[in-house]
């Protein structure tokens, strides 16, 4: 091999200094130019849908409704009613969900009228008339043709025309409501004349015609739908209707999420991720809980959700392990794990989100321990979900994870038996929608549906003291008091929002750190941003 003299190995090895030092230099002009993105997660922009393709699915939704009850029967669904909070202030006004599913209204007063059996005037809106005294007070009120372009309705008679309408309707006999009071319609000369209605009062006629209402019949007073229920008794009894509830086929229909459902639920969970980032971010400068909370508040409100879907829980320390704790009124302390389940709702959607995360930023030996059991088991939850499997199934998978895992720290004797609901008493999934707690009962999983997925496990302090003295129980505690005594006071669930895809399930609420590493490494990173 040919030797290089000493000056022309310097300048080789000059050249190649130069080029590595060039481009180490780029590289670091280039990630300088695509700065790191933040460590809170602002929330993306609200999904925007044009008119037409929102009031055909409105219109869609209402044709399934038609089709599901048939020529022979007539539904009625009513604006939930006001709730009083005290003396003559009301509750936030919040349309029942159903009707809102068909129409989008959120007002009072709204009544909506299904009749198939009618070509002419298959759907019929009562909305109360405009009036300028009350909106002084109260706020403006939809005028015909803005209760049309929100639902797609285009019948819409005044709300006084009801009573009327009904008692004509009870007693087979056509309607023609006064001039004045129809509001908007495509009709010539409105009505509900008899051979649009010869389906339905023939039906009546031989007591084979239905009138379907929410919720009803069923036993008691109910705490939703009182005013279907007084509707009910009223109607008259030889009038040839059977009365039938129309619940299941909203259950049927709400299950499976549009696109569009999907687009508005993803944005209430992500304004629900901004605003767990930002308590989390908050929290190791907050010395009571209520100031946690309020960062969740501001986000929501900061963000344009219409509320929370359920009141907000934030607890720390021994708080966590109460599983609906809502009054935020604790100490918070570094050394402890805070949990927190909240969730905002937008357009009527609610997310359902809970983290458990250290107020310090650092799982302790004892708390990571408790929190991988969780984790795990909230993966074999996900893994058990997929079409034709049922929320039992994700329950078991989840439970059996649990039981291993108490088995191991000693907190449990026997995985067979039920000792491991001493420290997780609850299910891991509800379906999720238009209510937190949504309607599907034990339906089996298909694409389109949302549900959660939220083990836990909660050693309270007073657990074991609680627990009925009999022999057997006095051996368990024996047998876990010093595992008890090591983990006491620690609280943890797990909380995502799970929609069901054609090969398994999506984690919507992805975006927000779940992982032991991953929770401290964004704490760690937001409260440098803070400085």
């Known amino acids: 091999m040919k030797r290089l003299r000493p000056s022309k190995l310097f300048a080789i090895v000059t050249a190649l200094a130069i080029a590595t030092l060039t481009t180490q230099l780029l590289a670091g002009t280039a990630s300088a130019s695509k700065p790191e993105p933040p460590a809170i997660r602002v929330t993306p922009p609200a999904p925007v849908f044009d008119d037409a393709t929102r009031l055909a699915e409105l219109a869609g939704r209402r044709q399934r409704v038609a089709q599901a009850i048939g020529p022979k029967s007539i539904l ?29 209204l959120n ?24 009036n300028a005294r009350a909106e002084t ?37 056509a309607y023609h409501p006064k001039p004045e009071n129809v509001l908007l319609s495509a009709n010539p000369s409105p009505s509900t004349n008899g051979e649009g209605m010869a389906p339905l009062f023939s039906a009546a006629q031989n007591k084979e015609a239905s009138l379907y209402l929410l919720n009803f019949p069923r036993e008691g007073e109910s705490r939703e739908y009182r005013q279907e229920q007084r509707f009910a008794t009223a109607w008259p009894k030889d009038a040839g209707f059977n009365i039938q509830n129309a619940s299941p086929i909203f259950t049927q229909m709400r299950l499976r999420k549009s696109p569009m459902e999907l687009a508005v639920m993803q944005h209430a969970i992500d304004i629900s991720t901004e605003a767990h980032q930002r308590a989390q971010a908050f929290a190791s400068q907050a010395k009571w809980e209520y100031e946690v909370d309020a960062q969740v508040l501001y986000t929501f409100k900061l963000r344009n959700a219409d509320n929370w ?13 109460t599983l609906h704790y809502q009054e935020s009124q604790g100490r918070v302390y570094p050394g402890l794990l805070m ?36 984790y795990d088991a909230q993966e074999a939850a996900a893994r058990a979900t997929k079409p034709g499997a049922n929320l039992s ?44 707690h949504d309607v599907g009962g034990g339906a089996t999983l298909e694409p389109g549906m949302v549900f959660t997925n939220e083990p836990g496990i909660y050693i309270r302090p007073d ?16 047998a876990v008091k010093a595992a008890f005594e090591k983990y006491k006071g620690i609280g943890v669930r797990i909380e995502d929002d799970m929609l069901v895809t054609e090969t398994g399930t999506k984690w919507m609420t992805a975006a927000l750190a779940r992982s032991i590493p991953d929770i401290e490494a964004f704490m760690a990173k937001a409260r440098r941003e803070m400085k």
């Open 309 to 321: 879907g359920y009141p907000n829980i934030v607890g720390c320390g021994k708080n966590a392990t």
């Open 76 to 104: 009625v669904l009513f604006s939930a009613e006001p709730r009083l909070y005290t003396n003559d202030v009301d509750y936030q006004f919040r349309q029942e969900n159903n009707l809102f599913y068909l129409t989008h």
């Open 339 to 374: 949990l927190m389940d909240v969730g905002a709702e937008y357009q009527h959607y609610t997310a359902d989100v809970t983290r458990t995360f250290p107020v310090n930023g650092k799982f302790t030996k004892e708390q990571a321990e408790i929190y991988q059991i969780v």
């Open 463 to 478: 657990a074991l003291d609680n627990l009925p003295k009999t022999p057997e129980n006095e051996k368990f505690i024996a």
């Open 107 to 130: 007002q009072q007063r709204q009544i909506l009228v299904l009749m198939p059996g009618n070509a002419a005037t298959p759907e019929i809106l009562f909305v109360p008339r405009r």
């Open 137 to 173: 007070w109260t706020g403006h009120m939809y005028s015909p043709q803005e209760a049309a372009q929100l639902s797609g309705v285009k019948e819409i008679w005044e709300a006084s025309e009801f009573g009327p309408f009904v008692n004509a309707l009870s007693k087979r006999e």
């Open 393 to 436: 199934q994700v329950h078991n998978a989840a439970t059996e994870v649990i039981k291993d895992g108490l088995l191991k720290l000693g907190l449990i004797t026997d995985r067979n038996s039920e000792q491991y609901r001493v420290w997780f008493m609850h299910g891991t999934s509800h379906w999720l929608g238009m209510n937190v």
